[in-house]
């Protein structure tokens, strides 16, 4: 059993940064496939990145490639999504989420979520 809970969310003008972090509970966070994804208001959730257990590999979805980063930390059981170049369309609220087993894309793969934290990017 593995509970998230993500912070760093909030209010910033288009161009400018944050950074999200999920905090994961449980010993055996560095097992898990993490992943971030994001659902804006009207829309289905989508996959924004992940990072396999290690971290040696990362995968992006176009949108965010090259403006977004995603890392982590096992010895602090923490996953980070760092965002640069903020666009409006980022817009959303962003989910993290850990798979055991392969990385996917798909939002019905992933095991355990957490509740989410709010982006909102003004142009």
């Known amino acids: 059993q593995v509970q998230l809970v993500e912070s760093g969310g909030g209010l910033v003008q288009a161009g400018g940064s944050l950074r999200l972090s999920c905090a994961a509970s449980?010993?055996?966070?560095?097992?898990?496939?993490m992943g971030w994804f994001r659902q804006a208001p009207r829309k289905e959730r989508e996959f924004v990145a992940h990072?396999?257990?290690?971290?040696?590999?990362?995968y992006y979805a176009d949108s965010v490639k090259g403006r977004f980063t995603i890392s982590r930390d096992n010895a602090k059981n923490t996953v980070y999504l760092q965002m640069n170049r903020l666009e409006p369309e980022d817009t959303a609220v962003y989910y993290c989420a850990a798979e055991v087993g392969s990385a996917s894309t798909s939002p019905a793969s992933w095991d355990y979520w957490g509740q989410g934290t709010q982006v909102s990017v003004s142009s």
């Open positions: 990072i396999t257990w290690s971290g040696a590999r990362t």
């Open positions: 449980g010993r055996t966070f560095s097992s898990y496939v």
